[in-house]
Nanobody, 122 residues
Framework: QVQVKESGGGLVQPGGSLTLSCIID????????IGWFRQVPGKAREGVIC???????YYLDSVKGRFTMSKDHAKSTVYLHMNNLNLEDTAIYYC????????????????WGQGTQVIVSS
């Protein structure tokens, strides 16, 4: 099995920053794309941002300039850096892995974490 585990969620004030981590087995393989999705209960899971060997792709205009990604191959970890958070960023955030290029289609990702809750309030 492939292990995918997110962490780093929590409560943050509007305008604050938060970094999420995702540990994925086999992350160092160059042919994998790692995507971040988010979901509010009762609504569809949506693609946020993705990183592959081709670079970073943004799928939500609302996060451009505020969110970015980085990685640490030695730790098999990818990071989602979220800045200037607002109330609309409140959601459960998931990381996922697929082969090849980035995609915002959740059905194209084979391996998923269980999600980490981000709440922007106050």
């Amino acid at each position: 099995q492939v292990q995918v585990k997110e962490s780093g969620g929590g409560l943050v004030q509007p305008g604050g920053s938060l970094t999420l981590s995702c540990i994925i087995d086999g992350f160092t393989e160059d042919y994998w794309a790692i995507g971040w999705f988010r979901q509010v209960p009762g609504k569809a899971r949506e693609g946020v941002i993705c990183n592959s060997k081709h670079g970073i792709t943004y799928y939500l205009d609302s996060v451009k300039g505020r969110f970015t990604m980085s990685k640490d191959h030695a730790k098999s970890t990818v990071y989602l850096h979220m800045n200037n958070l607002n109330l609309e960023d409140t959601a459960i955030y998931y990381c996922a892995r697929r082969l090849g290029r980035c995609s915002d289609n959740k059905n194209e990702y084979r391996s998923w974490g269980q999600g980490t809750q981000v709440i922007v309030s106050s």
